[in-house]
């Protein structure tokens, strides 16, 4: 299994709404990451998980609340969101906390209203 | 920090002809310069990566060179074909945060028939 899984693939979530977008891999990966990509632009890194232990908060707003449950899985938490927050939101995993290459995951398409 | 610049934003070749794809990077210290492709509405996936003790990748249609000195690395795809049409993003890893991969603005090619 070469695939890194996100659900749900679309979500449209009110501003006062608690939502979790999820994440999976099965390549024994120790490093995980969320990104955020916003139409036509690169991926934004949002955090970064090196065995299981989070490594790099890229200064992101508390609304955005990650957590990484075991070596597999990776959840990004969401509270209060904003519309500017709405993007593509990505889930990467790689072998380790290194210059790797980065399986990324299809993807959660959100949209904050 | 580092800081990735990709040229040009946009670019339109001939079925068959060859596309070049340009990336300067800031920090001497980066030594992983990995280049992705994201189809539209899809996952970005690594097409080719060099690293900064090798001056060149081949893969089939695709290659990529490194000139440390000047600080910058290109993308080369030979023979195009309808499905090379995508955006490609380059991307440089500094030393000092491995696993900080830093894109450029991204490259959208279209083939025409």
């Known amino acids: 299994d070469t695939e890194v899984t996100q659900t749900p693939k679309h979500l449209v979530m009110g501003m006062t709404n608690k939502k979790s977008l999820k994440c999976e891999q099965h390549m024994g990966h120790r490093a995980m990451y969320w990104y955020k990509q916003k139409a036509k632009k690169p991926p934004e890194l949002m955090f970064v998980?090196?065995?299981?232990?989070?490594?790099i908060n890229e200064s992101v707003p508390s609304r955005f609340s990650p957590e990484c449950p075991n070596s597999s899985l990776l959840n990004l938490h969401l509270h209060a969101l904003q519309p500017e927050d709405s993007a593509l939101y990505l889930c990467?995993?790689?072998?380790?906390?290194?210059?790797?290459?980065?399986?990324f995951g299809s993807g959660t398409q959100l949209s904050v209203l | 920090g580092e800081n990735v610049e990709q040229h040009p934003s946009t670019l339109s070749v001939q079925e068959g002809d060859s596309a070049v794809i340009k990336c300067t990077y800031s920090?001497?210290?980066?030594?992983?310069f990995p280049w992705y492709k994201q189809e539209l509405g899809k996952r970005p996936q690594l097409i080719i990566d060099i690293r900064s003790n090798v001056g060149e990748k081949k893969d089939q249609r695709i290659a990529v060179t490194l000139n440390k000195t000047a600080k910058h690395f290109s993308l080369h795809i030979t023979e195009t074909q309808p499905e090379d049409s995508a955006v490609y993003f380059c991307?440089?890893?500094?030393?000092?945060?491995?696993?900080?991969?830093?894109f450029g603005s991204g490259t959208r090619l279209s083939i025409r028939p």
């Open positions: 990467a995993s790689s072998r380790q906390e290194m210059g790797e290459k980065l399986f």
């Open positions: 991307a440089a890893t500094p030393y000092s945060s491995a696993s900080k991969i830093i």
């Open positions: 920090d001497s210290a980066s030594n992983y």
């Open positions: 998980y090196s065995y299981e232990k989070l490594s």
